[in-house]
């Protein structure tokens, strides 16, 4: 049987980078004791006020239909809480509530761009960016952000890269799985290009509260860009939310109306109960949950201290996020053949950052929010197995 162009589309590489994680799973599975460290999920719970308001909701019968665009008490609140974060001033209109900020970039490109139109990003980027990116048919033309720069985007790069083709560039600040947060001057600079050649940007910013030395800068906030940028967020990682799937897009102009008739035709709407726990997300922790943040930013430190001067391993400080990434490229093996062995002989799962772009080639990802015991036992046999592939090279 012959199947639709599509299945191509949303194949790629970027799903091999999960293998690791499903052997891992399946061994958890059957009882067995793993160290995962791979997927992007917090250790912290959803807070008890957040489970409680969802609970409240559903005895009150919040499981009907809600309005397509979203609660507007949630609309208000996401915009009120952009515009203090940003200063840009923000209408409750221009916000539509997704399930999750996957089906907001999903629902933004569909709208932006199609077949024949290019969308540039810069690379590392989130495993299923390529597939999501090119669904409608549109060309994905990565630029590389090197480790020797910080995995920080290149502006000339960016610029190189546009053509009469190009529809829009879609920027990650902090970056997955990088940690990377652009500097106000790097954005300024793509930004200057998006104004040249009359781009979009699309800015995923589901990170933009756990940032822990330089500032996060939304492009939307630089002169004569809320015109022509989509802002995606989420709560899945600011408040420990990954399985509640509650996300939104901030869109200038008809752009929302048009992302509101992509949801009626794939999604149709939030649950009540999942809207009624965003509300109290946001009034409650505004921002994120603070002893979140702190751990994260206090693990990463500890990551940095313990595993950088092992032979044949470099840590680089996360500025942002929930992931470090560590460089084996000295070990002179592949990451994939790294995290393989990691976990069959020591029990650790990690990801291979390969599938994340050619620019994350030789590194692994750890995810923060894994509880300090096992993440340190996890640190404790990284450091084991590197030493004896430095010793066997």
């Not at 599509?6 to 067995?32: D, L, P, S, T, Y």
């Not at 932006?112 to 999501?132: H, K, N, S, W």
């Not at 500890?302 to 084996?328: K, N, W, Y």
């Amino acid at each position: 049987m012959r199947y639709a162009p599509f299945v191509q589309r949303v194949a790629g590489e970027g799903a091999e980078a999960w293998n690791i994680h499903m052997a891992a799973e399946a061994r958890v599975a059957k009882g067995e004791d793993i160290h995962v460290l791979t997927i992007g999920d917090s250790d912290f719970p959803t807070p008890t006020s957040v489970a409680e308001a969802a609970k409240a909701a559903i005895d009150a019968g919040r499981t009907k239909y809600m309005a397509m665009q979203g609660e507007p008490a949630l609309r208000r609140i996401i915009a009120a809480r952009h515009e203090r974060l940003t200063g840009v001033p923000t209408r409750p209109e221009q916000v539509v509530v997704t399930p999750g900020a996957q089906t907001a970039l999903l629902g933004a490109g569909l709208c932006l761009y199609g077949t024949g139109d290019e969308v540039i990003a810069p690379e590392p980027m989130y495993a299923t960016y390529p597939a999501t990116l090119r669904a409608g048919g549109a060309s994905l033309v990565t630029v590389p952000s090197p480790p020797e720069t910080g995995f920080h985007a290149n502006p000339d790069a960016i610029a190189a890269a546009v053509t009469e083709r190009t529809r829009a560039i879609v920027l990650t600040t902090p970056n997955n799985p990088t940690g990377a947060v652009f500097s106000r001057e790097e954005l300024e600079a793509i930004t200057e290009i998006c104004l040249r050649h009359d781009l979009w940007v699309i800015s995923d910013e589901v990170y933009e509260t756990l940032c822990y030395g330089r500032p996060h800068v939304c492009p939307a906030s630089l002169p004569g860009m809320a015109e022509r940028t989509v802002v995606l967020g989420s709560l899945s990682k600011s408040h420990a939310m990954a399985g509640w799937r509650l996300g939104w897009t901030i869109a200038p102009g008809d752009l929302p109306l048009h992302i509101c008739r992509f949801a009626m035709c794939n999604t149709f709407g939030v649950p009540g109960f999942v809207q009624d726990a965003a509300i109290e997300a946001l009034t409650s922790l505004p921002d994120a949950i603070p002893e979140m943040r702190a751990a994260y930013q206090d693990r990463a430190a500890r990551l940095v201290a313990r595993l950088d001067q092992v032979p044949g391993l470099t840590c680089r400080h996360p500025e942002g996020g929930m992931f470090a990434m560590i460089d084996i490229r000295a070990l002179g093996i592949s990451a994939y053949a790294f995290a393989e062995s990691l976990l069959s002989e020591r029990n650790v799962a990690v990801l291979p950052a390969d599938g994340f772009g050619p620019s994350a080639a030789g590194h692994i990802r750890v995810n923060l929010g894994t509880p300090d015991a096992v993440f340190d036992e996890a640190l404790t046999r990284i450091a084991a197995h590197a030493t004896r592939a430095a010793a066997a090279e």
